[in-house]
């Protein structure tokens, strides 16, 4: 078994990792990285993406890497995790490059995969295969079938598994991402008793997302931030005051939470953006939004400019759910921050912040200023309104636990970010670069 940790592996973003057996190669992940896009979208706007571009400014995995190795042409199968753009955003740019390669996700993530194709007017030649959580799939091989196994578990959207390939080396299973929640406010609780049952077989390497592997912590439940949620919307009684929340625009559950409670304040509840339409539609695609009758939505600039300047006069009527919680450039939240929309914060306006900072330092950098922006226009802020999609150390001790690999390689993350999961690994018994590897982009581990 030969492991190419193509990208993720030394950034938050565009995951991409390549497993060969024998003469067949899977993909799994094939994301974006968005510090690069978000600066690009400061200087141009309604800018029209190429792979070209994307490669230039390191947005997007360097799997050329794969054609150097002789791997590009083995590729049979791209299957991705779940729907958010670090795993799934890159794969419009690169799926050309895999012609005979199925690309193989869940209904929801197969469904924002779409609605970017669409958005970029991107037409690709791939198979498309959706396949449901905790079942098993066939991919055809050079000599046989591969085995792929499907294990539902919690992120922050919907529809995501961890992913298990049944090689003739023995099982290569990919955790990115996770957490460990026992009250999930959409879908089911992680199927911990099949992955109890995998480890008693033999797993030879776990891939696992290392992102807060630093935190002495169980990331706690979605059910935690919905009453968080609950209390922020609540603690809100200035009737004429305007009333904004920002979260991830895929958080579907967090969504369902912020209507739920939104609905008690007597406002209409407006969502303002794509990226917000985006995740939406898709979720009425898989019939998994339970709120849509509950909103409308504005995606369109012009269409929301003349809302903006209707809110102008009517603060207390609207609760606005809208894009830009990490201080993106050009997202609805940052153009209101700017004066450069009909709407301006006043004193005494609302604005909570149901997310929490990517650790990457453009999004530390741009929130820094964003919030600096909004306190001297005297806005009422609430932040951390908001509970991690990512696991902590003791979440990952639990999964090593079960699954209980010969292997393990951190990902998702810095060197910084994955070298406390190396410790917690040798913690357990297992030795550095001897059977914990700390990898880096575009390196080949061979066990």
């Known amino acids: ?41 400061e200087h141009e706007s309604q800018q ?110 919907l529809q995501c598994f961890f992913i298990a390939w049944h090689s003739k080396e023995g099982i290569f299973f990919y955790a990115l991402d996770f957490k460990f929640d026992n009250h999930p406010i959409i879908g089911l609780p992680t199927n911990y008793k099949r992955l109890k049952e995998l480890g008693k077989m033999k797993i030879k390497c776990l891939v696992v997302d290392a992102l807060y592997s630093d935190t002495d912590r169980r990331t706690a439940s979605e059910r935690i931030a919905r009453n968080l949620v609950e209390d922020a919307l609540g603690t809100v009684r200035d009737k004429n005051s305007a009333l904004f929340i920002t979260t991830f625009s895929s958080h579907i559950a967090r969504l369902k939470s912020i209507v739920e409670f939104g609905q008690k304040t007597n406002r209409k509840i407006v969502f303002l953006g794509r990226s917000l339409n985006k995740y939406v539609e898709a979720a009425i695609k898989v019939n998994q939004c339970p709120f849509r009758n509950k909103v409308e939505i504005m995606r369109f600039r012009k269409q929301i ?81 908001h509970v991690s999609g990512h696991g902590g150390r003791e979440d ?33 018994g297992y030795k550095f670069q001897e059977n914990a590897h700390l990898s880096s982009n575009g390196k080949v581990i061979k066990l």
Request: charged fraction near 25%; charge should be neutral; proline fraction near 5%.
């Open 48 to 157: 029209q993406y190429t792979e070209k571009m994307l490669r230039g400014i390191k947005a997007i995995p360097d799997d050329l890497i794969l054609d150097k190795l002789g791997w590009t042409d083995k590729v049979r199968a791209i299957i991705i995790g779940h729907a958010h753009l670090d795993h799934v955003g890159g794969l419009p740019y690169l799926a050309h490059r895999y012609p005979k390669a199925e690309i193989i996700a869940s209904p929801f993530t197969m469904a924002v995969f779409d609605s970017i194709l669409k958005d970029e007017k991107i037409v690709i030649r791939n198979k498309k295969k959706v396949v449901n959580e905790n079942t098993t799939y066939l991919i055809k091989g050079k000599n046989g079938n591969l085995k792929m196994e499907f294990i539902n578990t919690t992120h922050s959207t």
């Open 396 to 428: 990952l001790r639990d999964l090593i636990d079960m699954l209980k690999p010969q292997h393990i390689v951190p990902a998702h993350g810095s060197l910084q970010q994955e070298t406390p999961l190396i410790e917690l690994s040798c913690e357990l």
């Open 305 to 385: 400019n003349s809302f903006l300047k209707k809110l102008e006069g009517n603060r207390g009527k609207y609760l606005i759910v809208c894009t830009g919680h990490q201080g993106e450039p050009g997202s609805i939240l940052d153009r209101i921050v700017k004066g450069e929309t009909p709407f301006k914060f006043k004193m005494g306006d609302n604005l909570i912040f149901s997310s929490s900072i990517i650790p990457v330092a453009v999004n530390i950098n741009a929130r820094e200023k964003m919030d600096s922006k909004l306190r001297k226009q005297g806005v009422r802020l609430q932040t951390d309104v």
């Open 1 to 41: 078994m030969e492991i190419c940790t193509i990208g993720g592996y030394e950034e938050v973003g565009k995951n991409m990792t390549a497993v060969k057996v024998e003469d067949d190669v899977i993909i799994f992940d094939a994301g974006i990285f968005l510090p690069p896009v978000v600066e690009i979208q």
